[in-house]
């Protein structure tokens, strides 16, 4: 799975990063409201058998750089015979999908605002709470890509608050695909952007993935730019959240 990491499966204890994506075009859009689906399920390999969930961080980018303060459910859930859980519904709107997935959510825990560790100026980070002390999730068996793991999903809904992830940074001027540099304005690129990060036009045109950040205006990609940019046109990152799931095994 690209958007995921696994560390020390074969401990008692793991760690998986989830990196769910939201589209630029729909970052673009106004705040989130409650209730609104932040992100369709997202898969990621576990072990094979029984895992407890024993902590959940979030750690999300907001506008421009400033601290979102929100709140957000997350939604575990297992395939069936190997067919991903059926959509939540569309990202940013009503999560009207739940139903049809009912039959494979198999756990659910909550982030709250007050949740929100704070002295970073740039990220939000939580750590969900309300996880039961007995919060075991198990996938379908033999539902993963490598012999020994199985794989799970996740999914996200805003509760309270109004996160937003709109960006201000836009790229300056037309760059060519001959080059990897990207040149950007109105907003800071270091307050906003991760080495790392993909990158995507408000428009959802891939641009590249951030190998450098050189200065408050210009990013180095890994390669060269994956589309010439459009004067003008906002710079999103499509992972503006991240997820550290904690396992006991």
Known sequence: MKNQKNKNMKSKYFTVEVKPTIAASKQALAAFSDGDLLFDWTSFQVPRGPCKLVNATIISKSADGAVNSHALNL????SRSKIAPV???????TALGATTSSNEIIGACQSEEADTFVGLDHLTIQSAKTISPNMVLEAEPNSGDTVGLDTLYVGGISVDGTPTFASTVQCDGIQATSQAVLTVKTSNADDVFAIGDVLHDEND???????????ATQ???TANLANATVN??????????????????
């Open 75 to 78: 939604y575990f859930a297992k």
């Open 87 to 93: 959509t939540l519904g569309v990202i940013h709107a």
């Open 205 to 215: 045109r891939a641009l590249g993935t951030v190998k450098s950040i050189d200065s």
């Open 219 to 221: 990013m180095t990609m």
């Open 232 to 249: 003008n046109k906002d710079v999103y990152c499509i992972n503006p959240i991240k997820l550290i799931l904690s396992f006991e095994k």
